[in-house]
């Protein structure tokens, strides 16, 4: 079922062309896994197109981020999965500039596909903080000099899920937003980025979230807003106080994470609702909504006017992002659980056995190839300085054309 | 917190450390480390600290891994952090990390087991030989992570042996190891061993699970009010009683299960039921006052009382049920102690909304059983 509430020119208008550098939080700096960087491989794998692969000490679906030419990633390990790490790698070379290590002070029990290193690193470009399943959330400089630690179970003991807790965070001015929801003391906290204290903090329902909070950039980084998803329940709120701007009330996906377009915000609830912000109202406006774009796990992607969604097991479908009209569908193979990303005119997806499809973007995707890299993937992938970068279990991965790369170490 | 209990953890930091001079300076930078409390406490005047312990020489290492002994967990990671900032930086620019003094901590027994075990897997890096020498005679270590190496080597002799000429002679180096063995993936590995051989192996008792249970219910608890809700059972253990259950009138029944990890499936016991309560008693016997570990584990809503007394409560359902999924710290009394459980079952319908199940072990801070004196 398709439905529209606005025209079709307004809803065009809307939609502007987005942008950004590094990789800064989980799908990218704002969030909407579209990349503006260019000559990017298709094709790769152990011969090929891959300036380097380094092993990583533990596991985990946590995407990396990349930050002033380094690659950041979280990993978790030991029997009990109660040993966090944090490294950074030399974006040119692959070498580790540093690691650290943390002991959990949450629960560390986490579903079978996942692992406490569940949600992906953030940055603004001077801090890393690295958050986990067990609730232990870490900053520390580009140098890897700790500034502050949190353990949010450990002061919230109910506040924990066998499932794993996924949310990755998102830092915007002085406050990285950090979303708790779980069946004991559920909460959203927006915590100060210099000192670790909380600086707001809202109460949820009782319940099992695993998507993350999204930025909806405003016209300066003041205007900026939070999203957040429950079930019921799609709200906007001033990072800096956690105020609550606006509310929609949708059965909102509680894995899939909402993406945004200028002004656009499409959100996974059971189909796929794009919404009109309108920061003089402060509210939003339904542009359509689409049924048929129920996804699965993965969260939709934006780019040149046109969304996607993975479907249970591995269908990509492409709508046009203006009213939700699906224009083509492509099988890809096996499972896929991290969220595709768009670059270079092209969509990467990778399922859970490693395996990543190229899809060129058009009138109709076209599979220009698929590569293997680790199996035991689940994080997608950061694309930054001409190279993209996946992340398995084992290892961590540089794939660019061989004039981008430096030599290896 | 009162000013002697922040004071203490200083004061315990000077008198325990007799064998670790360190410089003057960084007593009390250590200090601040270990202040840091709960919901932010103390991060920033950390922060500053920490940039200067960061920044002690090599030698002091030992002293600064001292510190672990008296940390909280906050704490624990703040001093950790500053330990591989500077073995890394040390180790980066070619210089070398005091390998006696690292040894000596990592064999002293009195030391945090995270401590030794960092310090340990530092001595590694510089000297590969460290665990040939040092792992093999850690299979009682207070330190379940140094054991657990152990436990992997035996492990590994024993698998030789029984796939050799005389597979009977792994037996007891089998036995050995899972009497030292505290990890869920080690002791399956052994028991499967042992079975093999056609070795009898009680993995519940190993870990210490609860096998014999009095069980009572169900009590009706339609609309999910049952968590907070005192049936009778909360008030009085009388196992003559019988009360008004969901379904007439209910009394004690004898309980035992034979599940490995001593699974009690309430379903089973007390009837495939929704939106109700059942309850669990037994009696544990301890020859002394002893703290221990309470490892329960639930897929439903769950409290947890010793001696009428509530140590532990989750009111969570059906998100997975896991083996020391709760763990609470608590002393036995001498003699007899009464364990009382309370488990919740609500209305969900879905298939995985099923379960109505508990776990219970006692154990040490390694994960070793500790059994009731009259257990068999």
């Known amino acids: 079922m398709r439905q529209r509430s606005l025209p079709l020119a307004l809803a065009l208008f809307a939609l502007a062309a987005c942008s950004g550098s590094d990789w800064l939080h989980f799908r990218g700096t704002d969030n909407r896994s579209v990349s503006d960087e260019k000559n990017l491989p298709k094709t790769f794998g152990d011969e090929e197109n891959v300036a380097w692969k380094v092993p990583l000490p533990g596991r985990g679906p946590s995407c990396p981020i990349v930050v002033g030419g380094r690659v950041v990633v979280t990993c978790s390990s030991g029997p009990r999965q109660d040993r966090l790490h944090v490294l950074s790698f030399d974006a040119a070379t ?109 109460d949820r329902p009782a319940d099992a979230v695993w998507c ?150 058009g009138e109709k995707g076209e599979l220009v190839g698929t590569s293997q890299i680790d199996s035991g993937i689940l994080a997608s992938p950061a694309v930054a300085d001409g190279a993209i970068y996946f992340r398995s279990d084992a290892h961590l991965w540089k794939v660019a054309f061989p004039r981008a790369s430096e030599a290896n170490p | 917190m009162g000013p002697f209990c922040r004071l203490l953890p200083a004061v315990c930091l000077a008198a325990t450390f007799t064998t670790h001079a360190f410089a003057a300076d960084l007593e009390p930078l250590l200090k601040r480390l270990l202040a840091v409390g709960p919901k932010g406490a103390g991060n920033r005047e950390a922060q500053e600290a920490w940039e200067q312990v960061a920044r002690a ?97 035996l492990i590994g002799e024993a698998t030789q042996m029984a796939e050799g000429t005389e597979p009977g002679k792994a037996v007891p180096l089998y036995r050995k190891a899972l009497t030292a063995a505290r990890d869920l993936d080690q002791i399956n590995l052994l028991a499967a061993g042992l079975r093999k051989q056609g070795e009898a192996v009680n993995l519940a008792r190993h870990f210490g699970f609860l096998v014999r249970w009095k069980l009572i219910g169900p009590f009706d608890t339609t609309g999910e009010k049952g968590y907070d809700v005192a049936y009778p059972p909360e008030r009085e253990i009388d196992l003559e009683a019988s009360y008004p259950g969901k379904h007439g009138q209910v009394q004690w029944i004898d309980y035992e299960t034979d599940h490995d990890f001593g ?113 068999e």
Not at chain 1, 135 to 159: Q, V
Not at chain 1, 167 to 187: A, D, I, M, R, T
Not at chain 1, 288 to 298: A, C, F, K, P, V
Not at chain 1, 319 to 347: N, S
């Open chain 2, 263 to 375: 699974r009690v499936d309430l379903n089973k016991a007390l009837g495939e039921e929704k939106d109700v309560v059942g309850y669990a008693t037994a009696e544990f016997f301890s020859d002394r006052e002893q703290e221990v570990e309470f490892r329960l584990a639930s897929d439903d809503a769950v409290k947890l009382w010793l001696g009428g007394t509530l140590i532990d409560e989750h009111n969570v359902y059906h998100a997975g049920m896991y083996m020391d999924q709760y763990a609470s710290r608590t002393k036995l009394k001498p003699g007899r102690n009464v364990i009382l459980i309370k488990v919740c079952q609500n209305e969900q319908t879905q298939n995985w909304a099923q379960g109505w199940n508990f776990q219970l072990r006692l154990c040490d801070s390694t994960g070793g059983a500790v059994l009731s004196s009259d257990r």
């Open chain 1, 94 to 202: 692959g070498k580790l500039q540093w690691e650290r290590q943390l002991w959990a002070t949450g629960s560390t029990i986490c579903n079978p596909y996942g692992a406490v290193a569940d949600n992906t690193p953030a940055s603004d470009g001077r801090l890393i903080f690295a958050f986990y399943s067990s609730n232990d959330l870490a900053c520390f400089d580009l140098e890897g000099n700790l500034k502050w630690l949190r353990g949010l179970t450990y002061d919230h003991p109910t506040t924990r899920n066998e499932a794993s807790m996924a949310s990755s965070p998102l830092v915007l001015g002085e406050v990285v937003v950090v979303q708790l929801e779980n069946q004991g003391e559920s909460f959203v906290a927006g915590i100060d980025v210099a000192t670790g204290a909380t600086r707001w903090r809202l």
């Open chain 1, 212 to 361: 993350s909070p999204t930025v909806l950039r405003g016209k300066t980084r003041e205007d900026d807003i939070v999203l957040l998803q429950t079930r019921g329940r799609f709200t906007g709120h001033d990072p800096r106080t956690g105020e609550e701007l606006w509310l929609y009330e949708a059965d909102c996906h509680t894995i899939a994470s909402c993406t945004t377009c200028g002004a656009c915000v499409y959100l996974p609830a059971n189909g796929l609702h794009a919404l009109r912000y309108d920061p003089t109202a402060r509210s939003v406006e339904l542009l359509w909504y689409e049924q048929r774009l129920r996804g699965g796990n993965s969260s939709p992607v934006v780019h040149d006017g046109r969304v996607y969604r993975i479907k249970s097991p591995a269908i990509l479908v492409c709508a046009d992002a203006a009213d939700g009209r699906i224009l083509w569908q492509l099988r890809l193979k096996g499972a896929i659980w991290a969220t595709p990303v768009a670059a270079d005119g092209h969509l990467y997806a990778v399922n859970h056995d490693g395996l990543v499809h190229v899809v060129r973007l």
């Open chain 2, 57 to 153: 020489d090599v030698s002091q290492l030992p002293a600064i891994l001292t510190a672990l002994d008296e940390a909280g967990p906050l704490s624990a990671n703040w001093i950790r952090c500053a330990v591989d900032a500077i073995a890394e930086r040390e180790l980066r620019r070619g210089g070398k990390l005091p390998r006696e003094e690292l040894e000596r901590f990592v064999l002293d027994r009195q030391r945090a087991p995270r401590a030794r075990r960092l310090a340990y897997e530092w001595l590694v890096r510089v000297d590969p030989t460290t665990s040939d020498r040092l792992i093999p005679g850690m299979l009682d270590d207070p330190s379940v992570e140094l054991r657990r190496d152990a436990v992997a080597r």
